[in-house]
């Protein structure tokens, strides 16, 4: 149980850097323009490009690198299955073979490419993640959203929603924590049997942990009301983000990039 | 005389009213609280208390009879905000009351929910955090804290939002010592130092005796009102409403009854019964 405690939505690591500082915003639109050039190169210089671009990133955002690389474990099982599939399934050149298993030269090549693909993706998405704090990602998704409010877009209530989320996960944690204890003083077995049986003990958890969090939420609603709270119409804001210079000057720099290794690779 | 900040006219109140489940939880309430008022609302549970905390910052509006609060009527719908921003709330769990991840920004969100201007909030979740104590955590998460603090926070994010009055509903109830005196400390400093209205619902007895009046309800009535020296020295009456008396209240009592007639039944605090007895022959 104690592993639940690690569990940090986000994995924010606090920090003084250029990265940590830019605009959420900007971080945002960059690492969707960075997810959007995986998608168009096909080669593996093109994927090189992009890990140099993410190189620059780490390196300014000064993060350790072994938090990057954490990210990528909890891949490990996809990367094998992605790789296996690829170099048995796809037809074409025979490289070698066991039994009636066929490698392919194209199999080798595709496989390596998903990999590249999947691999950046998760360590660019991860830097947003570790140098931008959830509450600032909360109001940058939120700024962002808001002109598409006219097309039905709730983007006030989606960062609310987010807010109260990030703010009650600790909470819940430690309620099942609580829970969990209580069940196991009178006897409980959460470790023994197999996955089903493992999942059948659960029940006993959640059905508390879900009665309690509706009550939560009840309570919550009053006090926001008590608080004046009616939505997002009329609202001003604690924190207010800023654009400055450096977010122009790395917005442009990400765009140029994309669009010329986009172009040429 | 001004008009009262509160005013409790003829009020009564059903829960699920014309069904079969209907509850009367308040019947025939009159009441008054001037400003600048410390009245604790003591009460068995289900005595009607915190439906009558609810019906100060309308949360609740009456089924019969009225509520006035600062000269708005609670049932007029449009200027429910009105009233809200006169009336604070803080509710029992401090746990279900904060919305923000961090300190500073849960009290930010009453003047958020307000329209005011950045930099106002600014300064307001500054001197609020100041006034109860908690600056030095203000970039915590409201996890962090223990319930002391957390109840601390949730009165700092009233106070940003200057209101006239703040209604508490028991909110000690799920704290350990610390943390009760902490709050309690608080609510005086709010209530002498700044003059805000404090209603406190509550059934500590200990916590009523700071109040300069106490209203006992039962059963969704008002059966006892007055200052805390007159309320407690009723015994019996208290006694009979499934209520204690302070500790020292009831000793007193009992002396009495043995027949230590020269010790007074109005005794209320530890010291005075230590200068009672230190006088006895």
Redesign the interface.
Known sequence: MAMMRNITIGQYIPGESVIHRLDPRTKIIATFLYIVLLFLVNTFSGYACSALLILLAVALSRLPIKYILRGIRPLAFIIILTLSLHFFMTEGHVIFQVGFLKVTQEGVVRGLMMVSRLVLLVVGTSILTLTTS??LLTDGIESLLKPLKGLGVPAHELAMMM??A??FI??LI?ETEKIMKAQMARGADFESGNIFQRAKSLIPILIPLFINAF??AD??A?????????GGE???????LRFTYKDVVALIFVAVFVVVVSIYF | MAEALIKFTDVSFSYSADSPQEFEALTGINLEIEAGEFVAVLGHNGSGKSTLAKHI?A?LVPTAGNVVVAGIDTRDFDRV?EI??NV??V?Q?P????????V??DV???????????PE??RR?DEALELVGMNEFRLR???QLSGGQKQRVAIA??IA?RPRCIVLDEPTAMLDPVGRQEVMDTVLKLNRQEGITIVLITHAMEEAILADRIVVMEEGRVVLTGVPRAVFSQVETLTQLRLDVPQVTALANRLRQRGYDQIPNNILTIEEMVNVLCQLE
Do not use: C, K
Request: without cysteine; positive net charge.
């Open positions: 959830p509450i807010t109260i990030l703010r600790p909470t430690e009550r939560r309570d919550l009053v006090a926001m009301e008590a608080r004046g709270y009616r009329g609202r001003t804001r604690f924190r207010v | 910052n949360l905000w809200r921003q604070g709330m509710f769990n746990d279900n009351q904060l919305v923000a991840t961090t500073e920004e930010a969100f009453g003047p958020e929910n307000l329209g005011i201007p950045t909030i600014h979740v998460s409201p996890h994010g009233m939002m």
